[in-house]
């Protein structure tokens, strides 16, 4: 049985975002909880666990919790997940066949205190590796060459550099990992101490405050000022301080980036069965 939701009943990724930007320790826990679905998945999962009083912690679908042996309690409701659907659709015109990816929600989840049965093994949340996800991005980090030093980082196509005194070196490399994926396609960025005020920016530091507080790695706080500054003019002038095509693009390079770096890539937990 499959539960189709009314566009109000969900959240926007913008709105997510500035809950996780707003409250710290949001990301760290939902990560520490969910850490094999997708970033924008484990902040859905942790705000609904919260809105109902359940505490967080392994989630999976009736079928797969039977496989661990236990069964959901009687009167569970399930958990809402955003879930990715390639289809074909065949194009009349051209007479050949295109695939496409839409995002449908389901509630099909359900968190390990909705369950009762056979004892889970004890969870481990795998190991990021920064060398890892650089080569799996297929990104080349280069020596730093930039004369001026108070570039701390810069990304130019698939090849970023991080200036060995930068003052918070992860921080930096999340903000140029965000650039190559994101935006290099368009220029160069070299990045100094004060970050510019643009939605490139907004969207490299919000990248970086996803994957840093996620791992808890230093500079979290500075990307969350930086944000918040930003967001606090919106509330001046423009409602969509962050657009939802921006909050989206967020979401899918910091998965990207957590999913690259980790030992046991491509964990597609999110297609049920
Ligand atoms: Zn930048």
Redesign the pocket.
Known sequence: MENHRSDSDIPKWSALLVEAVNKPGLIMEAYSAFHQYSVGNQLLALVQCQMRGLQPGPINTFPKWKELGRIVKRGERALMLCMPITRKRRDEDADEEQTFTSFIYRARWFVLTQTEGQQLEPITIPEWDAERAIAALSIERVPFDHTDGNVQGF?RKRQIAINPLAQLPYKTLF??LA?VILHTSEGD?S?TET?PRSL??VE?EAVALLCGESLGLEGSNFCRGYIQNWLRRGVEGNAEAIPEKSAQKIFRAADQILRAGRALNAQPEEHPN
Do not use: K, M, S
């Open positions: 990304a903000h140029e650039h960025f990045d970050t490139c920016e490299a």
